[in-house]
């Protein structure tokens, strides 16, 4: 497997094409940078995945990735589930070319399958685990209600969906208090504040989060029996609904 490593200095200069955020294939080459110095918990929420998924999977059923971006919440399936098909699904044919090209032997051996479709369209059948991560923020609020639906009907009786959002308070005091704390976190992180402020610029009317009650409302509208919170850092949470 290959890993690019490459460091994000995307906005070093600013938003200077004054273009919305987009999973092209220059985001692409330095997205495990940007996720890694930009996201707390980052890496806990992979392992929480490999964990839930050991616990909860079904033998010859299905694990699906939604918005798997590079694979690696693809990969910490297949660590702790050698034996599982997992099927990853993004639109960003960037992402896709790059996860076919790093996670050849896998693909070879029909452990892992990555498609380039829009998950709205995408057919999701025969699923124990389901993960979704940091992808719901990305959609049109209209389309959300509807892919949760899509999931829980996909799920079988003990399967679950295991997700991590970005979320935002309806508190505006510590709704500030927790934006810069993130602020100072992706600071010591090596960024600067005009790479900061250019990023959250460029994000603006594209990654659009709600609050964690929103998540677990939609979770009972579906049908879900009951979910959870299991990681809380800053303001990402990792929540789980069981089927």
């Known amino acids: 497997m290959r890993t690019m490593g490459k460091q994000d200095n995307i906005y070093e200069s600013g938003n200077l094409s004054g273009l919305p955020f987009a999973f092209n294939k220059e985001v692409t080459e330095v997205f495990e940078d940007m996720i890694d110095r930009s996201v707390p918990g980052y890496k806990t929420s992979l392992s929480l995945i490999s964990l839930f998924a050991k616990q909860y999977y079904q033998e010859g059923t299905n694990c699906y990735d939604l918005g798997c971006s590079l694979g690696a919440s693809s990969l910490s399936v297949l660590k702790s589930i050698p ?6 699904i ?8 790059e996860c076919l090209s790093r996670f050849e032997t896998l693909i070879t051996n029909q452990s892992l399958s990555f498609l380039c479709e829009d998950i709205m369209k995408s057919e999701i059948r025969n699923a124990s685990f389901i993960t979704v991560n940091y992808l719901v923020q990305f959609l049109d609020l209209a389309q959300r209600d509807n892919l949760f639906k899509k999931i829980h009907k996909a799920l079988l009786p003990g399967g679950i969906l295991l997700m991590s959002e970005k979320v935002h ?3 505006s005091y510590e709704s500030n208090r927790i934006f810069k ?3 100072k976190f992706k600071s010591v992180n090596g960024y600067s504040q005009l790479e900061i402020s250019s990023k959250r610029d460029s994000l603006e009317g ?3 989060t709600e609050s964690e009650d929103d998540h677990f409302l939609r979770g009972r509208r579906v049908g879900f029996e009951r979910s ?3 990681l ?3 303001n990402f949470r990792t929540l789980i609904f069981f089927k």
């Open 90 to 97: 993004d639109n960003s044919k960037a992402m896709i070319e």
């Open 181 to 183: 704390t993130h602020h």
């Open 83 to 88: 034996s599982a098909r997992v099927i990853g």
């Open 232 to 234: 809380s850092n800053l």
């Open 169 to 171: 308070y309806e508190n």
């Open 228 to 230: 959870a919170k299991v």
């Open 206 to 208: 594209v990654l659009i």
